[in-house]
C-alpha cells in the first residue's frame, strides 16, 4: 500500500509544476517565448508523471482480480483456441507474440499499460483547464489503480476519455472512428455512442416528463432492458458479473457533485456547453447507478459517465468570483479525496481486487 501512498504523492507534486491556463495545449502545439519555460516544465512533468504511472503498472505482477485469468487468455490466443475477447486485442496479443514470443505475458500487460496511461494523460492534458487539480482526482478518485483490473475495459476507458475533446469540438468523425477503433477491444465502449451525445443535448422543458417516464421504466421493467443488453453481451447474462449489485459511494459522490454544480449554476453551468456536458454525464451516472442495478458489473458503464467529474469540479469552483470561496472549496474538496483515497485502499485490502500489497516481477 506504501508504494501507492508514495507514488501518488509524488505524482501529484510533480502536478503541481503545470501551469493552469484557459485552454489545454496539446503536447505539440507551438507556443510562444513568453510561456515556453513554463509550457516546457509542464511537459517534462507531465511525461516523468506518465513515466512512473506506467512504471508502476507495467512491472505489477499477480496484482488485479483477472491478471492470470489474462495470461490463460495470452496462452489460448497462441494455441489458435477460442477465446471471449475482441479481435483487435487479439490481433494485439499476437504482434506480441510474434516479436517477443509466447511466453512473455508481461510485455503484453507493460504494452497495454503503456497505452493506457498515454490516453489519459493526454486526455487530461488536453481538455483540463486546471491539470494539476483534475490529476488529483484522477488519482483521488481511484481510476489509476482501477486500471490494474480488466485491462481491455481501462484501455478503451482511457480512449474514450481522449476522444471526447473530438466530441467537443464538433469533430464528430474523429470521436467516432476513435470509440469504433476502441470497440475492437472491448465492446462496451459503444455504450458512449450513446450516452455522450445525449449529454450534449439542450434540454427543454416538455423533455423532462419524458425523461420521468423513462427512468421510472428502468425500475419497472428491468428484465426488457436485460433482454435488449444481452443481444449485444450475451456472455454477461447470468455470469459472475451479473450479480444485481450497484454502488452505493458512486451513487453518493454523483448526487454530491450535482448538487454542489447547481449551487453555482448560474456562473459555472448556464450558457457553458462544456461544463453541462460534465454535468449531464453524471447525471446519467446517477441515473445509471440507482436505477439500472440489473446491468451486469455497473462501474464499467458508470465510469464511462462519472470519470468527467475531474473537469466539472475544478471548472465549478474556478467560475466562483469570490477567491476565498474558491481557496476554502479547493482546501475542501482535496481533503474528501484524500479521505476517498485513502478508503479506497482500505476497501482494496479486503475485496476481489487483489489490488493490495502491490507486488512486482523484480522483486517479488
Same mark, same amino acid.
Given at each position: 500500500?506504501?508504494?501507492?501512498?508514495?507514488?501518488?504523492?509524488?505524482?501529484?507534486?510533480?502536478?503541481?509544476? %503545470?501551469?493552469?491556463?484557459?485552454?489545454?495545449?496539446?503536447?505539440?502545439?507551438?507556443?510562444? /517565448?513568453?510561456?515556453?519555460?513554463?509550457?516546457?516544465?509542464?511537459?517534462?512533468?507531465?511525461?516523468?508523471?506518465?513515466?512512473?504511472?506506467?512504471?508502476?503498472?507495467?512491472?505489477?505482477?499477480? +496484482?488485479?482480480?483477472?491478471?492470470?485469468?489474462?495470461?490463460?487468455?495470452?496462452?489460448?490466443?497462441?494455441?489458435?483456441?477460442?477465446?471471449?475477447?475482441?479481435?483487435?486485442?487479439?490481433?494485439?496479443?499476437?504482434? $506480441?507474440?510474434?516479436?517477443?514470443?509466447?511466453?512473455?505475458? *508481461? +510485455?503484453?500487460?507493460?504494452?497495454?499499460?503503456?497505452?493506457?496511461?498515454?490516453? &489519459?494523460?493526454?486526455?487530461?492534458?488536453?481538455?483540463?483547464?486546471?491539470?494539476? &487539480?483534475?490529476?488529483?482526482?484522477?488519482? !483521488?478518485?481511484?481510476?489509476?489503480?482501477?486500471?490494474?483490473?480488466?485491462?481491455?475495459?481501462?484501455?478503451?476507458?482511457?480512449?474514450?476519455?481522449?476522444?471526447?475533446?473530438?466530441?467537443?469540438?464538433?469533430?464528430?468523425?474523429?470521436?467516432?472512428?476513435?470509440?469504433?477503433?476502441?470497440?475492437?477491444?472491448?465492446?462496451?465502449?459503444?455504450?458512449?455512442?450513446?450516452?455522450?451525445?445525449?449529454?450534449? %443535448? /439542450?434540454?427543454?422543458?416538455?423533455?423532462?416528463?419524458?425523461?420521468?417516464?423513462?427512468?421510472?421504466?428502468?425500475?419497472?421493467?428491468?428484465?426488457?432492458?436485460?433482454? +435488449?443488453?444481452?443481444?449485444?453481451?450475451?456472455?454477461?447474462?447470468?455470469?459472475?458479473?451479473?450479480?444485481?449489485?450497484?454502488? *452505493?459511494?458512486?451513487?453518493?459522490?454523483?448526487?454530491?457533485?450535482?448538487?454542489?454544480?447547481?449551487?453555482?449554476?448560474? /456562473?459555472?453551468?448556464?450558457?457553458?456547453?462544456?461544463?453541462? &456536458?460534465? &454535468?449531464?454525464?453524471?447525471?446519467?451516472?446517477?441515473?445509471?447507478?440507482?436505477?439500472?442495478?440489473?446491468?451486469?458489473? +455497473?462501474?464499467?458503464?458508470?465510469?464511462?459517465?462519472?470519470?468527467?467529474?475531474?473537469?466539472?469540479?475544478?471548472? %465549478? *469552483?474556478?467560475?466562483?468570483?469570490?477567491?476565498?470561496?474558491?481557496?476554502?472549496?479547493?482546501?475542501?474538496? $482535496?481533503? !474528501?479525496?484524500?479521505?476517498?483515497? !485513502?478508503?479506497?485502499?482500505?476497501? $482494496? /485490502?479486503?475485496? !476481489?481486487?487483489?489490488?493490495?500489497?502491490?507486488?512486482?516481477?523484480?522483486?517479488?
Amino acid at each position: 500500500m506504501i508504494v501507492y501512498i508514495v507514488l501518488a504523492t509524488v505524482t501529484c507534486l510533480l502536478a503541481l509544476m %503545470v501551469e493552469q491556463k484557459n485552454t489545454a495545449p496539446c503536447f505539440t502545439e507551438n507556443k510562444g /517565448k513568453s510561456s515556453r519555460r513554463g509550457d516546457l516544465r509542464g511537459v517534462l512533468s507531465i511525461s516523468l508523471i506518465f513515466v512512473l504511472l506506467t512504471a508502476v503498472s507495467a512491472l505489477r505482477i499477480a +496484482i488485479g482480480h483477472d491478471y492470470w485469468e489474462y495470461k490463460d487468455i495470452f496462452d489460448l490466443i497462441s494455441q489458435d483456441r477460442y477465446v471471449s475477447t475482441e479481435f483487435g486485442f487479439n490481433i494485439l496479443v499476437r504482434i $506480441c507474440h510474434f516479436i517477443f514470443g509466447n511466453e512473455n505475458y *508481461i +510485455i503484453i500487460f507493460g504494452i497495454v499499460a503503456f497505452a493506457t496511461m498515454l490516453f &489519459f494523460m493526454k486526455g487530461l492534458y488536453d481538455q483540463s483547464k486546471n491539470f494539476r &487539480f483534475s490529476f488529483f482526482l484522477f488519482m !483521488a478518485f481511484g481510476y489509476y489503480l482501477s486500471t490494474f483490473n480488466s485491462i481491455r475495459y481501462y484501455l478503451v476507458l482511457a480512449m474514450a476519455f481522449f476522444a471526447v475533446k473530438y466530441l467537443l469540438a464538433r469533430e464528430y468523425d474523429k470521436f467516432v472512428l476513435t470509440v469504433l477503433l476502441a470497440s475492437t477491444m472491448h465492446m462496451a465502449v459503444l455504450f458512449v455512442l450513446f450516452a455522450y451525445p445525449l449529454a450534449l %443535448v /439542450k434540454w427543454k422543458k416538455w423533455m423532462v416528463p419524458v425523461v420521468g417516464v423513462f427512468v421510472a421504466s428502468l425500475l419497472l421493467f428491468p428484465n426488457f432492458y436485460r433482454r +435488449i443488453i444481452f443481444i449485444f453481451y450475451p456472455y454477461y447474462e447470468n455470469s459472475i458479473f451479473d450479480t444485481g449489485e450497484t454502488s *452505493i459511494i458512486n451513487i453518493a459522490r454523483c448526487a454530491a457533485v450535482l448538487i454542489f454544480a447547481l449551487i453555482f449554476y448560474k /456562473k459555472a453551468l448556464k450558457g457553458n456547453r462544456e461544463n453541462m &456536458f460534465y &454535468f449531464n454525464l453524471s447525471l446519467e451516472a446517477l441515473v445509471v447507478y440507482a436505477c439500472c442495478s440489473f446491468i451486469p458489473v +455497473i462501474s464499467r458503464i458508470g465510469f464511462f459517465l462519472n470519470i468527467y467529474q475531474v473537469f466539472l469540479i475544478p471548472n %465549478v *469552483i474556478s467560475s466562483i468570483e469570490k477567491k476565498w470561496l474558491r481557496t476554502a472549496l479547493t482546501v475542501c474538496v $482535496c481533503i !474528501a479525496g484524500v479521505g476517498y483515497f !485513502a478508503f479506497f485502499l482500505h476497501t $482494496c /485490502k479486503d475485496d !476481489a481486487t487483489r489490488i493490495v500489497p502491490y507486488l512486482n516481477w523484480i522483486l517479488n
